[in-house]
């Protein structure tokens, strides 16, 4: 009986091969969708996943501000480097800290300028962000400790401000401050975020607070743990260190935050998840929409075909095998549009992972509940114009021009 | 049952729609056909003899009456028991061929036999030995687009005869078509009732088609008004 109809229904379609096409369509463009934005959203969230791994579980950031919401924090005094200091001291366990400030700043050299930013801290900072010197030289305890005008620069600032001319001792300007390039970082490409991660100037934290600052804050600390030992604890031994050492009393929340980076990339990935879904809920939709945009055909088709389907019932069709008839018309559709859809949407995953650099993640589940939802599709919007059709009365049918 | 006849209409009424509306179409026809007799069925339009044509194709139901084919009363049967009967006994001939658009003839013919569950291995053979008997070999392959009226109707006669039927019901196969085609068909009709002994019972305007039956019965407005033999051959 199903085989039957299966065979009344691929000739039928076969009959109309365009506009079979053109009815899969809106099924083909579902799910191609719904199977793309997922596959890029995996992808997207397996690289953000992978890149904070690669920084290191055992990097902590410390900013200052009362803990609100993932990536909110209220207004709190900054730190200070003697804070810095203290936990470098007064912590076991630790690798190094680094005190870090930052803002924008102007550029110049010669007559190019660059907008990037200034980060002052200490020679610590390399350690802690694995940043390695290609060129020349980072500053040393000396430099850090008179605050003298030297920086070590990214590769982007590097051709933005110098093209083909070696760097290394040249002087550039950063608003009023005149320094000496004596570094060049190795590339290190964009992050996760999609920041360039080679467009910064680093200066001993010294000079960057007297002379483009013009005060004592650091707004952030990262601290990086020996392998091997429970950041969770370090966490602790940090809070309570700072809680003391900003004087807060036993019923004041901290106003500052002792983030680990399994939180950063769970704060991060829980976004791009959250995205993906979103993303493949509108997705669906549009599934939706070819659903009933083969119903739409399918009434149309009852209708045109309606002296056909008196002639099958005269010729003795019963009901239920025109019902299965076009049913089956309708499930075949949709799903043959699935089937095309996930082929297409495989192939474009493949090519636009590529170009935006995310790793392909083959979805099983995905491609398997876009493949039922899409022939399920075909029943639920195919049962109603089957029905019609298999009701008609074979009289009235016959007569009908 | 005692009767020899395979169909047999019994004080057979028609009325469409109720109270002031309704319409008689048929009002009391008598009639009994054998097996292997050839009828012409004449008569204006709304004389009753589309009607009466629907209901001995199992299509439709008497209001009042009985109708008994090969015994069996059809008025007492469901949708899906007619349409077995018209599946396993009854062929259908339509003025309009009525042929699938864009299918060969082959797929055409053989569409019945689909219904009947038949496997390809056993009804490609018999689809292609019904297109023979109309002389249609070597058009197998061709669409209804692509084949004339008269073909058409051919191919809708091989779809009929497929079967094998008992009784082939011809709705004026030959109203589409011109008189040298008609004569054609006509003679085809003629030969399966002949040599196969399939009963026919075909509905005509022109009297030129219906001299090829053996009986001529006409209606006029619901009842059977003459019903005579043709001595003709």
């Known amino acids: 009986m199903l085989g039957n109809a299966l065979l009344l229904a691929l000739r039928e379609l076969r009959r109309n091969v365009m506009r079979s096409f053109l009815t899969m369509l809106g099924i083909i463009i579902g799910v191609g969708a719904v199977i793309i934005l997922v596959t890029l959203g995996n992808g997207a969230t397996q690289q953000v996943t992978e890149q904070i791994a690669s920084l290191g579980s055992n990097l902590l950031m410390v900013t200052p501000g009362k803990r609100m919401g993932p990536g909110q924090s209220s207004a709190a005094p900054s730190f200070k480097l003697a804070d810095a200091e203290a936990i470098a001291r007064e912590t076991s366990s630790l690798k190094t800290v680094a005190p870090v400030s930052s803002r924008g700043v102007t550029a110049i050299y010669a007559n190019e300028n660059w907008s990037t930013s200034v980060t002052g801290s200490t020679e610590e900072y390399f350690t802690v962000g694995n940043r390695h010197i290609k060129k020349g030289r980072m500053f040393t305890a000396s430099d850090a400790r008179l605050g003298t005008a030297v920086c070590v620069i990214g590769e982007t600032v590097r051709a933005k401000l110098f093209d083909r001319q070696g760097p290394i001792g040249q002087h550039i300007r950063l608003n009023k401050l005149s320094c000496e390039v004596i570094g060049l970082l190795e590339s290190k490409g964009q992050s996760t975020m999609g920041t360039d991660q080679d467009d910064l100037i680093i200066v001993p934290l010294r000079t960057f607070q007297r002379r483009i600052a013009g005060n004592e804050d650091v707004s952030m600390i990262q601290v990086s743990v020996k392998d091997g030992y429970s950041t969770e604890r370090v966490k602790q031994e940090i809070g309570r260190l700072l809680r003391t050492r900003r004087h807060l009393s036993a019923n004041e929340d901290d106003n500052f935050n002792v983030m680990d980076m399994k939180e950063i990339a769970n704060m991060l990935s829980g976004t791009t998840r959250m995205m993906t879904g979103l993303l493949g809920a509108v997705a669906a939709v549009s599934l939706l929409v070819g659903g009933i945009g083969i119903m739409n055909i399918m009434l149309v088709s009852v209708t045109e075909r309606t002296r056909e389907i008196g002639t099958r019932l005269a010729i003795g069709a019963l009901e239920r095998e025109v019902l299965l008839q076009f049913l089956v018309e309708a499930v075949v559709l949709s799903s043959f549009g699935g089937i095309i859809g996930i082929v297409f949407a495989l192939v474009a995953s493949v090519g636009l992972t590529g170009i935006m650099k995310v790793p392909f993640v083959f979805n099983m589940p995905i491609v398997l509940i876009a493949f039922l939802f899409s022939a399920a599709v075909g029943v639920i919007f195919g049962y109603f114009p089957a029905r019609k059709a298999a009701r008609l009365d074979p009289i009235e049918a016959l007569r009908y021009e | ?233």
């Open chain 2, 1 to 233: 049952m005692m009767n020899t006849s395979l169909i047999e209409l019994r004080g057979v009424t028609k009325t469409y729609g109720t109270g002031t509306a309704a319409m008689q179409a048929l009002r009391g026809v008598d009639l009994c056909i054998a097996q292997g007799e050839f009828v012409a069925v004449m008569g204006a339009s709304g004389s009753g003899k589309s009607t009466c044509m629907n209901i001995l194709g199992c299509l439709d139901t008497p209001t009042t009456g009985i109708y008994h084919f090969q015994g069996v009363e059809v008025g007492t049967l469901t949708r899906n028991q007619r349409a077995l009967l018209r599946r396993h006994y009854l062929g259908f001939v339509f003025q309009g061929f009525n042929l699938l658009n864009r299918t060969s003839a082959l797929e055409n013919v053989e569409l019945p036999l689909i219904y009947r569950h038949f496997s390809p291995a056993t009804r490609h053979p018999q689809a292609r030995r019904a297109l023979a008997q109309v002389g249609l070999t070597g058009w197998e392959h061709h669409t209804p687009g692509e084949l004339s009226g008269g073909q058409q109707q051919r191919v809708a006669i091989a779809r009929a005869i497929v079967t094998q039927p008992i009784v082939l019901l011809a709705d004026e196969p030959t109203g589409n078509l011109d008189s040298a085609r008609s004569i054609e068909v006509m003679e085809l009709l003629t030969s399966f009732n002949r040599d196969q002994g399939i009963t026919i019972v075909m509905v005509t305007h022109e009297p030129d088609m219906a001299a090829f039956a053996k009986r001529v019965v006409h209606f006029r407005d619901g009842l059977i008004e003459k019903d005579h033999h043709n001595h003709v051959g």
